[in-house]
């Protein structure tokens, strides 16, 4: 893995898409998952623990979500609607015992619609939210379902839990929990879906931060599996009989800006400026190919790319002429800080890429210090906010997107209500126009209609310059070719289950 941790292990993981990938739907499982059996198309929502759902007709805030019978935790206690609302309590209720400050930062963001919830019957529960939101089974899909019966036995304490975890996926964590350098998952051969009963004996996790080291575990065959080889080794992997797997899936690499009162970012003729200063092919050659340049916040040709009339072209002396109009230059720079992660989840190579993103924008008079943090604190600070003391003044955080469905995109991003602590708009965006069209796109159930809206948000993301809008990732990873099996879904998280690995 490229995380410098093992994943929070209780439910809700840590580490972002990543530990979201490797601890969170190995040993648990959402009311609502991701179809990740193709390559070949995009990923769609299927049923998982909720075997339906349903939006009342008359009142757009009730959701009916009829549960999976004869499901069974880890520690083998039945999943049931109170184990659902349980959970919830979990993220939400501050005064139920089994509220847990680490797995509430995780998750109590990714559901900001939920209002209230509650039992109807053992196999069936209501979930309201606070106004009409087309968009709640998407929130759902990251919520991690753990066993109630398991934090009871091992004495209410989330520590415990955390050596020896009971979920309903089909790998469990029993042993071999070393934090910082390994975990050891084992297939759960009672798993509910019977075709995803991992094939293996073992998946072993092991945090591996650095590329190069990861390369030479392959090598040495210390691990079979690294994700994101550094780029200048693909070629000689690919020579010496490793596979390099890649897809495209739903990733951006950005810059998101504060603006709160004081930022540069507040100009858009700077936010411009420092988007045509970024040579997008010449990353793309940085990374060996290995990425898509960026045309908006979104990959070009998806559904909701839109029309956008500012185009992300390469051009320094527009570039510099914008930063002139705004009082700048390279005779009298705009000085200011950057958060930078050192690896993480979708962060491809962040120290190189932004060593090379610095040095253009030095030629247009923007002159960037960065605050270089371990990935998970970058995550940390991200949650608390541009104005939080943690952010050290810095006036953009690089961070990786995932960017599948509506409200991960681009609503928990930039909607005025939705800044911390309520939610993750970092930087503390707010635009009475992007809300009304955030409000619309929760108002439209029908699921082409909501591309139209979400076209005309992409345009605004773009044509505002809201971000330093850099690249896509395509998601590489290397393995020896005895391992068989994968399918790399278009998608940050991938079915393990179907993988052998030949003698």
């Known amino acids: 893995m490229t995380a410098s941790d093992i994943p929070l292990t209780t439910g809700q993981t840590d580490q972002g898409g990543e530990g979201q990938r490797f601890m969170g739907y190995t040993v648990y499982n959402s009311l609502v998952e991701w179809d990740l059996s193709s390559a070949d198309k995009p990923s769609a929502l299927i049923p998982s623990l909720a075997t339906s759902w349903q ?93 109630p019966a398991n934090w009871e036995k091992l004495g209410k304490n989330w520590d415990a839990v955390a050596q020896k975890p009971s979920g309903t996926g089909p790998w469990k964590l029993e042993s071999g929990f070393i934090p910082r350098e390994r ?62 797997i890649t897809n495209s899936y739903p990733h951006n690499w950005t810059w998101h800006f504060s603006r709160i009162e004081g930022s540069p970012w507040n100009d858009i003729r700077v936010r411009k400026a420092a988007n045509l200063a970024v040579d997008r092919e010449g990353i793309n050659e940085l990374l060996g190919g290995l990425s898509i340049p960026a045309q908006g916040y979104m990959p070009p040709g998806h559904q909701w790319f839109g029309n956008p009339t500012f185009k992300l072209s390469y051009n320094v002396e527009e570039a510099k002429k914008l930063m002139a109009e705004a009082g700048f230059g390279p005779d009298k720079p705009l000085k200011t800080k950057v958060i930078i992660s050192s690896s993480g989840s979708g962060q491809m190579l ?37 104005k939080d003391p943690s952010a050290k003044g810095a006036t953009a955080v690089n961070y990786s997107y995932f960017i599948q469905d509506p409200f991960t995109a681009m609503i928990r ?91």
Request: net charge negative; hydrophobic share 40%; aromatic share 10%.
């Open 55 to 147: 939006v009342d007709d008359t009142d757009k805030t009730k959701w009916i979500f009829k549960l999976r019978d004869g499901v069974k935790f880890h520690d083998g206690s039945s999943f049931d609607a109170d184990a659902v609302v349980w959970n919830l309590d979990k993220l939400l209720n501050q005064e139920a015992p089994q509220f847990d400050k680490r797995q509430a930062a995780q998750g109590k963001s990714r559901i900001p619609a939920v209002a209230s919830y509650k039992v109807i019957d053992p196999l069936t529960v209501e979930i309201t939210t606070k106004t009409p939101d087309a968009t709640l089974p998407y929130q759902l899909s990251w919520i991690l379902l753990s066993s």
């Open 183 to 244: 975990a050891e998952l084992t297939p759960n051969k009672e798993y509910w879906d019977q075709a995803r009963i991992p094939k293996l004996d073992k998946l072993v996790l092991i945090p591996l931060p650095e590329p190069n080291t990861r390369v030479a575990a392959l090598r040495s065959g210390q691990v079979d599996w690294i994700e994101a080889p550094a780029p200048d080794s693909v070629a000689s992997l690919k020579e010496a009989g490793f596979k390099i």
């Open 350 to 386: 962040p120290l190189a890429m932004n060593e090379y993103i610095q040095q253009t924008l030095a030629e247009i008079g923007i002159d960037v210090e960065y605050e270089v943090m371990d990935w998970n604190t970058v995550i940390n600070v991200w949650r608390a906010g541009a």
């Open 413 to 503: 991003q930039s909607q005025c209500s939705l800044a911390p602590p309520t939610g993750t708009n970092w930087g503390y965006y707010c635009d009475k126009d992007m809300d009304a069209l955030f409000d619309k796109v929760r108002n439209t159930f029908d699921a082409a209609e909501q591309d139209k809206v979400m076209q005309k948000i992409h345009e605004k993301y773009v044509d505002d310059a809201l971000f330093l809008m850099v690249t896509h990732d395509v998601n590489p990873r290397a393995m020896t070719n005895k391992v068989k099996g994968f399918v790399q879904a278009q998608n940050w998280f991938q079915d393990f289950s179907p993988v052998t690995v030949e003698p």
